[in-house]
């Protein structure tokens, strides 16, 4: 298979675009050919393919953009998403990757038809959730080539694949406009749809005993069970689960290229962590019927696209957790082309020990070197092939997974090293200073952007991936990081999740159908500000009458009485606190 960015059979998107706004019409153009093209009419959102070198007169302005990353229709019209900004990142086999910057939606509905009052506040709060989108993190993409398919799998494809659009080349677990590419794609626009990925990219260049390497890692984020931390958790009953992603570590060094494949995913059981204002919510598993077969058909499907799977939690063995761990234990020996292994992290590398991750190591390092990973050789010829895979898991599929991850990456690499010849049979990459903190860095940043994705937060246990050990500064850090995710899950991610179900289609805004917000209680938002008011002025009057006490027997009753009041005031919110915080409104749990 010819995957060189020279090669005249590979498909090539438009990589700049010039838009025309005009009174009635946006018009996108190609600066390499006025004739390639398309309208978007703002009264309707109807598109229109460039019939030729078509003229509407003189735009009222003129402007660059990078990409339409899709349309979406609300009540009120069509709003088209614009790549406004990128950065190019560094390269995937060959052809230039980007990151997006900036993004934006272009309204289409100035002939929107006559809305109820009820429509009028439905789409101000659709209008809102596009908002959110607009800075959605962590997407990339290419002009020149797919990006969501790994090296094994591309490898494996029939010849000509590169030949067809990119959007067609796609993995579509993997896209995360795959929904807004829906108009796009029946206008036969093939030239002008972007593919996005979602998760993390980050690449590294190794000196190596001056035998110079790259490496690049990416991550990619599952679509079909999108969402915020505390909103979306295990698994549906498709057996699509939570923060489901895909990390490929790829190596280049002297024509050479090797892969190594591992995946996490959320805990493939149906359950629950609803936030209610405590630090740390209760976990509720959600006894159902066909809870065995929705980890059947998440293990299906992970064996079919993987070969061998391994799957390690990484879970408390105490508490919750461990009641969750005991039920993911007994439905997953039911299966008996999957092997289990049990690890509880922070019982064995909490504090400084996290040496001890040697310990899972050596419980999984036959079925790991067994595994192996993907290499081909200059000629493109298959020389291994990758024959199985690590699923990772802890609650959150985040900090004690992405530390696991690294070092089963960096086990990885020191043995694709020494077969290519960069490194002895008893040399590793962390003998090398400055290439390891590379390594290491490329981690870091990853399980950053991961984190963000999902929590809204960096990652926490940093300090384990960096240096081994927890230091004083990371653990103020995770300090910082834990109570913004407390604030985030708590009073933000509602809404998060909203969005993420309203622009991956799970929710399809439709005229026909009754308001999502009728009927649904009261609204959190606006008792948030009343409970937090009494509060707090609770206790401002309390600290003051404490503050004035000494002065007679009347005061202090009255102090004593402010107290108990604000003490009644914090029990009431404490009691009501899922109503209280911020939660989704357009689809349920599963």
């Known amino acids: 298979m010819e995957i060189e960015p020279n090669s005249i059979d590979h498909f090539k998107l438009y990589s700049q675009l010039e838009l025309q706004e005009f009174a009635d019409k946006f018009v996108f153009r190609s600066p390499e050919s006025s004739t390639e093209g398309f309208s978007v009419s703002r009264y309707d959102g109807n598109i229109e393919k460039l019939n030729g070198d078509m003229s509407f007169g003189k735009p009222s302005k003129v402007s660059t953009i990078y990409g339409v990353a899709g ?65 959605t993190p962590g997407l990339y993409y290419s002009y020149e080539t797919d990006i969501t398919v790994n090296l094994q799998r591309r490898c494996n494809l029939a010849k000509g694949w590169m030949s067809k659009p990119v959007w067609k080349q796609a993995d579509p677990r993997f896209v995360w406009n795959k929904n807004l590419l829906e108009e796009l794609i029946e206008n036969k626009l093939d030239g002008f749809i972007v593919p996005l990925l979602q998760g993390s990219f980050q690449i590294g260049h190794l000196k190596l005993k001056d035998s110079p390497a790259t490496i690049a890692l990416i991550s990619r984020r599952c679509t079909r069970r999108l969402g915020t931390r505390m909103w979306r958790r295990g698994a549906n009953l498709e057996g699509d689960v939570a923060n489901f992603i895909e990390t490929e570590q790829l190596l280049e060094f002297e024509g050479f290229r090797s892969s190594f494949l591992q995946i996490r995913g959320s805990i493939p059981l149906l359950w629950e962590q609803i936030v209610d204002l405590s630090y740390k919510p209760r976990l509720n598993i959600i006894d159902h019927e066909e809870t065995p077969k929705v980890v059947e058909r998440h293990f299906h499907d992970l064996l079919q696209r993987y070969g061998h799977v391994v799957a390690v939690d990484l879970t408390n063995k105490q508490g919750d957790e461990g009641l969750l761990s005991a039920a993911y234990a007994t439905e997953i020996q039911k299966l008996s082309s999957v092997r289990y292994v049990s690890f509880d992290f922070h019982h064995c590398c909490g504090g400084s020990n996290f040496d001890n991750i040697q310990l ?12 192996g990973y993907f290499l081909i050789d200059t000629e493109e010829k298959i020389i291994l092939e990758q024959r199985g895979v690590i699923r990772s898991n802890c609650i959150d ?112 805004v439709n005229r026909d159908s009754p308001s999502p917000f009728q009927n649904n209680g009261f609204d959190s938002l606006s008792y948030l500000p009343v409970a937090s008011a009494l509060l707090i ?54």
């Open 71 to 135: 349309t979406i229709r609300l009540l009120a019209g069509s709003h088209i998403l614009l790549i406004t900004s990128r950065k190019e990142v560094g390269n995937y086999l060959g052809f230039p990757i980007f990151r997006v910057m900036s993004m934006k939606f272009l309204s289409c509905n100035e002939a929107s038809r006559h809305l109820t009052r009820q429509e009028k506040r439905d789409e101000v709060y659709f209008m809102n959730l596009l908002t959110i989108v607009e800075s």
């Open 360 to 371: 899972l190591y050596d419980q999984i390092a036959e079925d790991f070197e067994k595994n």
């Open 397 to 508: 599929c985040l900090d004690r997974t992405n530390v696991t991850q690294s070092y089963l990456a960096r086990k990885s690499l020191d043995s694709q090293l020494q077969r290519l010849g960069a490194l002895s049979s008893n040399e590793c990459i962390s003998m090398f200073t400055e290439d390891f903190e590379i390594f290491k860095t490329m981690w870091v940043e990853q399980g950053d952007e991961i984190s963000l994705e999902y929590s809204g937060t960096h990652a926490l246990k940093r300090d384990l991936v960096r240096y081994g050990k927890q230091t004083m500064t990371g653990l103020i850090q995770d300090g910082m990081s834990a109570i913004s995710r407390y604030f985030l899950n708590n009073f933000q991610d509602g809404i998060r999740q909203d969005a993420a179900d309203l622009i991956s289609g799970r929710y399809s």
């Open 537 to 590: 002025g609770g206790l401002t009057v309390t600290t003051i009458t404490i503050h004035q006490a000494g002065r007679n027997t009347n005061t202090i009753l009255s102090s004593a009485l402010c107290a108990g009041v604000t003490a009644g005031i914090m029990a009431l919110v404490k009691s009501n606190g899922r109503q209280i915080c911020s939660r989704p409104r357009l689809c349920g749990l599963l």
